[in-house]
């Protein structure tokens, strides 16, 4: 399965305008809370520079970016964790997420009612943030409770899980997310098997006006302070000027737009990217006559998996590939050349594939 990223926030904050500008899926944007009932999956095309400098070189009859999913969830009020308003369908769906895109409401308009009554995304972030963890700490307590009767034995590892399971959940009960916990690798393992809302990786979106795009308001001032410590990327995107640039119909026409507004790239380009990296991928590539291609693996995979993505005989099969780093190929300007230049890799089983590696499989089946 595809690793995805859910897009969550209280009702109103403009997630699924956001959405719609990503995918042009128009997933239902109203002024009402719970305009998203059900998850909408978008399969987002990951913008890459990279392949539009290959296709130039290359001049092959199709190229094909690779994508990412991400998934539209129903926005969440106050007492999700106990089932309130839709939240055991929102708690349901971001389980079966890879990694978390909060949107938060930075700017204000009396057109846009907030679910709350005012503009405070530090203060909607902490709604969220408190029924997740309360969503966790039900689970890390039932968990605790098997743990300990497998410990009354006096087995040292089995004691070691109950240390480690009442360190998350008094983490948890100070108010603090999992993923900002520091574990040993017995307690990475434990956090894993015990799927955590709160261990998911996370961005954060402030939704921006158009005059805060740039440099960010008191809004989003006050939420830079809050979330200092949490290691987490946070970009400005303004929704509604994202949705006014997937309206036009060419590609010189949204880059005016983009450059007009003083913008070297869309903010949905930023945001794709950034979750890209949040569910730790990397690209790599395959350049022929036919076809021009990026594909998604995961950041460590070596050889075989990647060449699984393409078809799984392959990964079966793999024999060795044949591997060319972008820069010596841009450079060279051809295969050719950058097999003259002794430039192409020859790798085996082992080979940890490099974001920008471009690669052929040798496989037998």
């Known amino acids: 399965m595809p690793l995805k990223s859910g897009i969550v926030g209280l009702p109103n904050v403009g997630k699924s305008t956001l959405f719609n500008a990503l995918t042009n899926a128009k997933a239902l944007a109203a002024n009402f809370p719970f305009a998203t009932k059900e998850p909408n999956v978008g399969i987002i095309t990951v913008p890459d520079n990279r392949l ?16 990412v999913e991400i998934v539209d969830i129903a926005g969440l009020i106050k007492g999700a964790s106990k089932g309130e308003g839709l939240g055991n369908q929102f708690l349901a769906n971001i389980r079966e997420v890879d990694a978390i895109i909060h949107v938060v409401r930075c700017f204000e308009d009396d057109n846009v009612v907030h679910v709350d009554g005012s503009v405070d995304p530090v203060r909607d972030k902490e709604i969220i943030d408190t029924e997740l963890i ?9 968990r605790l409770e098997r743990l300990k009767k497998g410990a009354k034995g006096g087995d040292k590892a089995a004691l070691r899980q109950v240390e480690i399971g009442q360190q998350i959940y008094s983490h948890l009960e100070e108010g603090k997310p999992a993923r900002s916990l520091e574990v040993d690798e017995d307690g990475i393992d434990l956090l894993k098997e015990m799927m955590l809302l709160t261990a998911k990786p996370i961005l954060y979106v402030c939704n921006v006006d158009e005059d805060s795009i740039l440099s960010g308001n008191k809004h989003t001032e006050a939420f830079l302070k809050c979330v200092a410590e949490e290691n987490a990327e946070t970009i400005y995107v303004s929704a509604q000027i994202e949705a006014d640039i997937a309206e036009l119909d060419t590609y010189e026409e949204r880059m005016e737009f983009v450059q007009d507004m003083g913008l070297n790239e869309p903010g949905v380009n930023r945001l794709i990217l950034a979750s890209y990296k949040l569910l730790n991928l990397i690209t790599y590539f395959t350049a022929g006559e036919k076809e021009v291609r990026a594909w998604t693996v995961r950041n460590g995979a070596k ?25 010596d190929f841009v450079n060279l300007g051809s295969e050719a050349k950058v097999k003259e230049a002794g430039k192409m890799g020859i790798e085996g089983k082992d080979y940890v594939v490099n974001d920008g590696d471009i690669m052929h499989f040798l496989f037998n089946v």
């Open 134 to 142: 309360l969503k966790d700490l039900e689970t890390v307590e039932k």
């Open 303 to 327: 050889g075989p998996e990647a060449a699984g993505v393409i078809h799984t005989d392959f990964e079966k099969g793999f024999i060795r590939a044949q591997v060319i780093k972008y820069e």
């Open 52 to 67: 539009d400098e290959l296709e130039i070189l290359v001049k092959p009859q199709k190229t094909i970016p690779t994508t």
